[in-house]
């Protein structure tokens, strides 16, 4: 991994509500086909930071790199627009809206005639076909009618929903934030195997969790955060989930060679 020039890098961002600290130069670095696990204690910054790569919030300073290019995104519509999908830890649906409309939302296909270029309808059945494709595809689809409003699902089902978007459309880096939270064993086990085909086609993930078992299952790095600031990066396959449990809540020092 060292040797390959990171996809996309964080350096120095900060941000402050008040008197509140919530990223305090903080670094990150992904690399190309990665799977980065971003752990850290409650409180640590560790949404902050996301947040800040996908243009939900602006840091106050600092700089992101996206293929080695300056970028800045006011929005998560503009982080969407240069390859980057971000599955929240409140799945950021609209209940009201379809399975489909959800899929589709900010990317909808309009009727390739005059109606979608002069009175902007929608192809509706064009989004039904490709979002049905999209959910077998992930092996997420176990509802039969995808014309059901979101609001109408399960909490388990609305996850899948929310990481099959990302997954669907996520051309170069995805970042997932507790995806497995609301998830029973079974579609737990459905969102890492994802996890690891998404990473087989070259895209890079930034998963957040709590859940160690499945951060060290599918991370080819762990970043741990604390008090706002990456603290060191560990390899999972030579450090043990209680290291990283020491590391970020400071019962321990990580080793000189992981630290940032």
Known sequence: MNDAQPILTARGLSKRYGRVVALDNADLDLYPGEVLGLIGDNGA???????????????????????????SFSSPLQARESGIETVYQNLALSPALSITDNLFLGREIRKPDFRGSIFRQLDRKAMEIKAREKLTELGLLTIQNISQAVETLSGGQRQGVAVARAAAFGSKVIIMDEPTAALGVKESRKVLDLIQDVRSRGISIILISHNMPHVFEVSDRVHIHRLGKRLCVIDPGTHTMSDAVAYMTGAAAPPEHTLA
């Open 45 to 71: 910054g560790k949404s902050s930071l996301i947040k800040a790569i996908s243009g939900a919030i602006k840091p106050d300073k600092g700089e992101i790199t996206l293929e080695g290019a300056s970028v």
